[in-house]
């Protein structure tokens, strides 16, 4: 039998060859999109690094027909000193709805993502009428009367909030569309 070891040596690399590209394109390069659900979030994250206050650095994107329309982060009104240059401005306060009378402290320099996001929606004189809200974990009651007046018509939160029980039941009760991507609890702020 003749042997031709150059043809041999070019099997061999045409085998090699096929198993890389199999692995290649099945293994390795096997691509998933990510939903417009992740898409959204992974931004709100980037735009959650711009917040200005430690007790909660969160972020908010607000969308429409999978476009975006405004984004916001916990921060002061633009030209008002914000809490990492000023320090927080603390005051004492109970939970709406909650019958315990327990008091928290409570940061009020900086406006929530979620009331940020709206504001510039006010100021840029863009409707969010019927849009999808991407906030970092359940909102408060006035970020939820907000997104409620603002006609904001599907909220999208990455973790839950353990006081949010009165925001979800008010978000219920005008019928918007209520998610909570994760599982994850949102620790109390620093006390
Ligand atoms: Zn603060
Ligand atoms: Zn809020």
């Known amino acids: 039998m003749l042997f031709y070891p150059h043809l041999a040596n070019s099997l061999h690399s045409v085998v090699k060859w096929k198993k890389n590209i199999n692995y290649k394109y099945m293994v390795e390069e096997k691509f998933v999109r990510p ?9 709100r994250e980037a735009v959650s ?9 969160a972020g908010c994107v607000i969308t429409k027909d999978n476009h975006i329309l405004s984004t916001g ?41 979620e009331q940020n996001a709206i504001a ?13 809200i991407y906030i970092s974990m359940e909102p408060c009651p006035v970020c939820a009367r907000l997104i409620i007046a603002a006609g904001i018509k599907r909220v999208v939160c990455e973790k839950k909030y353990p006081t949010a029980g009165y925001s979800r039941e008010m978000l219920d009760k005008a019928g918007i569309d ?9 620790e109390y702020e620093k006390e």
């Open 35 to 43: 939903s417009w659900d992740e898409y959204f979030m992974k931004i």
């Open 73 to 113: 982060y916990v921060g002061a009104p633009s030209g008002l000193p914000d809490c990492d240059e000023a320090g927080h401005l603390i005051t004492k306060s109970t939970v709406e709805n909650d019958d315990s009378g327990e008091f928290h402290d409570h940061c009020v320099r900086t406006l929530h993502a």
């Open 49 to 57: 690094l711009r917040a200005t206050c430690g007790r909660g650095r």
């Open 178 to 186: 209520f998610t909570v991507l994760t599982d994850r609890v949102q």
């Open 120 to 132: 510039y929606g006010a100021r840029k004189g863009v409707s969010l009428e019927g849009a999808s």
